[in-house]
């Protein structure tokens, strides 16, 4: 999973309104501080039918009802407990920016930003939106290379942002102590905007365009019924409904459980201060724009003419609701703070009071702790329920105001449109399984809190919580010799130590402590044979009378013979690409479905909607946990294999693309010829408990051929110089499988009309505006990930998808989605690395051709290029 981690979104749900009384409430004057009586819903209209129920009145609930209902959906019903805003949406310091180290979230906060700019017109309420842009500081060097490798991420999309240096910054924010500023990250448009307005003029929409908002209602249970739809329970009756989406906030836990679900959140309790009069403040002509010193983890404000100042304490530091997981939240809670404790932000207030020293003057006039809802990576859960039929989320929002226009639209396009109006798999709450506790919940809301605002390094892992339940049988046996990554709660190696190498986690935006030794693992399969573990993928069985015709429905290729194994794709109605599997026909009508560890459930959610929608007889059922898998690849794979099993395994008895049950050793397996390496190799899938004897006598036998490990950075290299594509990088739910390059997996041609045929046919017809190529770069000690901007002529015309370093040709290599027109082999163009543009050329592919391609090649007496 590719999941972006927010540095400092500054805040989204942050800072309450004081107690009553106080002398000077937060932002946007009268709005906040004027309390809004609970109007009885039986002045409007009650119904027991409802085309959707949204459960919660916060501005992201709110925001769902007004996108639908503005779109034109009918009996669009939101209930909320007590009164709008209530929870953590009224308390916050409505932080807006356009600033999001993610992809796609960036498109979200483009859209909220946009839609809160127009939306006193539309409405007639006022939003009390504040637009004087804001600033990150870099104050050490390493932070200035994350602004860069920010800066070329944000070169393809729509929003402003600066890489500026301190002359600029110092005109901006007249009040700072330069001594430490080195560079700044700009965002003109940025700002903030007053929570309690913002959901009222969303109420003021939804209602114009009918949706009906009914409070105080509680819900009191959930009922599924066998056709799919819901009864809602509430004490002035039951409404029956087709779909439900959970916007509930910190009562969301709640809501899941009346259904057995248990979504993994926390209560956080955050802090923020507001100062009195500053006169360095008063006397300033323009608003300052919002701050937000890394270094010292705190965000900052103009408060009319004071400051308000919001720290993220470091995870030992900081505070959990903790009961309120084990308990539930208290009966009653809905606009009430938690105590301050101006002791455990201290050091942030000296931090700022050394960058914004006129702070030492100001006198405190409010302190105050609400809650707000942390997911384990900080990210919310946004999207359609695995397991559950037509349950949908959209909690988990650490940064609920900045997040809630966009995600109002984003569901609101997906639940009428029937996918995703483009991919963001990062919030897909399918993300997480049995695997994440609510003790595994509590200490990554601890870490990802106190790491608000640490440096995003590309590779980066997050150690706390870990491991969880979900090892595999190889990770006792492996876990001291290798760095390990996090893949959807599974340890996996990345990487493997040998005497003399720098070992540990050493992030870097550039080359750095796994170089050499990745080099190394990727010669070791190239030259003689490697083992991976590569339990983590997501597996599946479906079998039945109806699975052929319900695989035939899902998938673009033509469905494997029995003991047979391809590549598919599922594509959207409008054909994107939903996912890539591989199919393997293990006996007539029973079939092995393999994905990417990211992408289990996912993938799985997809198949048993279609399953169900269809009425196919099918049984469909989830083995990742059950079983193992151990893939061997290189030269001498077969040789080391050979010595295990009576089996035949040479070229002409056991294929590429081929699977049969086999023994090695007396232990069984499906033994499937493929490997992602590109080399000579199987994947083995056998019972997990087996995983550890199975590798043992491998590399037992494999001592003479000189038999070692690999992990998955070495995997990626020998990947990308065979010009595989990946699934959440070269194709997602943004990209048609032709601009891909995936034509030979698209069996447009076959009698089944599979999901997006039609759609691609049409695609097809008007011709590509984009299209993959495959680049080779001139760098130095950098290689490109993924994501950074593609220039030609001093504009930017596309992005990179993913990047390496070859190691057989040695200079580095990147995948990338360029306009049609400049796609030829041979162009030349400029890739944008840490601000620095490298010259690129657009090559043939592949740069390696593959084992089975080679092979071939010399049975024919053709030169085959390694």
């Not at 483009?110 to 006193?120: C, H």
């Not at 003689?528 to 597996?539: H, Q, S």
């Not at 590549?567 to 599997?581: D, F, K, N």
Request: proline residues 6%; contains cysteine; glycine residues 10%.
């Amino acid at each position: 999973g590719k999941a972006a981690r927010p540095c400092s979104l500054g805040g989204g749900s942050v800072s309450p309104l004081p107690p009553q009384g106080s002398p000077d409430p937060p932002a946007g004057g009268a709005g906040r501080a004027r309390e809004e009586k609970p109007s009885s819903f039986l002045g409007t209209k009650w119904k027991d039918t409802a085309e959707i129920v949204i459960i919660g009145g916060g501005c992201i609930g709110v925001s769902l009802a007004y996108h639908l209902a503005k779109a034109g959906m009918k009996d669009v019903i939101l209930l909320e407990k007590s009164e709008l805003t209530a929870g953590s949406t009224w308390h916050a310091a409505g932080l807006t920016t356009y600033f999001h180290p993610g992809i796609n979230l960036k498109k979200i906060h483009y859209y909220s930003i946009k839609l809160y700019e127009k939306l006193e017109e539309e409405t007639g309420q006022a939003v009390g939106f504040h637009q004087p842009g804001s600033i990150r500081i870099a104050s050490t060097p390493t932070r200035v290379d994350e602004f860069k490798y920010q800066m070329t991420r944000a070169g393809w999309h729509p929003a402003e942002q600066y890489l500026i240096g301190p002359e600029r910054i110092q005109e901006l924010f007249p009040i700072l102590n330069m001594e430490k500023v080195l560079a700044g990250l700009y965002n003109p448009g940025d700002g903030h905007i007053d929570p309690y307005s913002l959901t009222m003029a969303l109420a003021a929409g939804a209602r114009k365009y009918g949706a009906l908002l009914n409070y105080p209602v509680q819900v009191t249970n959930l009922s599924p019924r066998s056709d799919g739809t819901w009864e809602v329970e509430t004490p002035h009756g039951i409404i029956r409904t087709n779909r439900i989406v959970n916007t509930a906030g910190f009562w969301a836990r709640e809501i899941g459980t009346m259904i057995g679900l248990h979504h993994p959140l926390i209560p956080v309790h955050h802090q923020y201060v507001v100062t009195s009069t500053i006169p360095e403040v008063k006397a300033l002509k323009t608003e300052l724009p919002v701050l937000r010193d890394l270094e010292g983890s705190y965000y900052l404000r103009q408060e009319r003419d004071g400051l308000l100042f919001g720290p993220y304490e470091s995870q030992e530091k900081m505070k959990l609701q903790e009961s309120w997981v084990t308990n539930g939240v208290p009966p009653g809670f809905g606009k009430e703070l938690f105590e301050s404790d101006l002791d455990r932000i201290m050091d942030h207030i000296e931090a700022a009071m050394a960058m914004v020293p006129v702070l030492k003057q100001a006198d405190i006039i409010n302190t105050v702790a609400g809650p707000i809802t942390y997911s384990p990576d900080i990210l919310p859960m946004v999207g359609p329920h695995q397991g559950v039929r037509n349950y949908w989320v959209a909690i988990g929002f650490g940064y609920g105001i900045i997040h809630a226009g966009g995600v109002g639209k984003y569901l609101s396009d997906w639940i009428l449109g029937g996918e995703p109006p483009f991919d963001l798999i990062e919030l897909d709450p399918n993300r997480y399984g049995k695997w994440s506790t609510t003790q595994y919940t509590a200490t990554k809301a601890r870490e990802s809190y106190g790491f608000n605002n640490i440096v995003g390094y590309p590779k980066e892992e997050r150690f706390a919580g870990r491991p969880t339940e979900r090892v595999s049988g190889l990770y006792k046996v492996l876990k001291s010799k290798c760095s390990m990554g996090f893949h959807a709660g599974w340890e996996q190696p990345h990487w493997f130590y040998k005497s003399g190498d720098e070992i540990g986690y050493k992030p870097s935006f550039r080359r750095t402590n796994w170089f050499e030794p990745v080099g190394r693992e990727y010669k070791q399969v190239m030259e003689k044979v490697g083992v991976i573990d590569l339990t983590p993928f997501g597996k599946f069985i479906v079998k039945g009378n109806d699975s052929v015709k319900l695989l035939d429905h899902l998938f673009a290729n033509v469905i494997p013979k029995v003991g047979a194994t391809n590549i598919s794709h599922m594509l959207t109605p409008r054909g994107q690409v939903y996912a890539e599997l591989t199919v393997s026909h293990l006996s007539p009508g029973e079939f092995l479905l393999v994905t990417g560890s990211g992408s289990e459930l996912h993938d799985l959610r997809w198949i048993e909607e279609e399953a169900l929608k269809g009425g196919y007889n099918v049984e469909i059922k989830n083995i990742t946990d059950e079983m193992g898998v151990l893939g061997i690849a290189g030269p001498f794979a077969r040789k080391v294999l050979q010595k295990l099993t009576i089996e035949d395994l040479s070229d002409s008895a056991f294929k590429f693309l081929q699977s049969r049950y086999i023994k090695l050793s007396d232990i069984a397996a499906t033994a499937i010829r493929i490997s992602y390496s590109g080399e000579l190799g199987w994947e083995l899938y056998h019972r997990k408990e087996d995983s550890a004897a199975l590798y043992n006598v491998i590399m037992e036998a494999g001592q003479e051929e000189g038999i070692d490990d690999f992990g998955t950075y070495a995997l990626n290299a020998l990947r990308l110089e065979k010009a595989f594509r990946a699934w959440g990088a070269e194709m997602n739910c943004d990209t048609n499988p032709l601009e891909a390059g995936l034509d030979y997996f698209i069996k447009l041609n076959k009698p089944a009309d599979f999901i997006g045929k039609q759609a691609l046919k049409q695609i097809k017809e008007k011709g590509l505006k984009r299209r993959l190529v495959y680049l080779t770069l001139e760098t130095a000690n950098i290689d490109p990930e993924g994501n950074e901007s593609v220039w030609h002529n001093g504009r930017v015309v596309g992005n990179t998808t993913s990047g390496n370093y070859s190691y057989s040709t040695q200079q580095s290599l990147a995948f990338a989605y360029v306009p049609t027109e400049l796609s030829k082999v041979g162009q030349k163009l400029e890739v944008e690395l840490l601000g620095q543009n490298y010259s690129a050329t657009i090559v043939e592919e592949p740069l390696v051709l593959t084992e089975q391609t080679r092979t071939r090649l010399q049975k024919k007496g053709g030169s085959a290029k390694v």
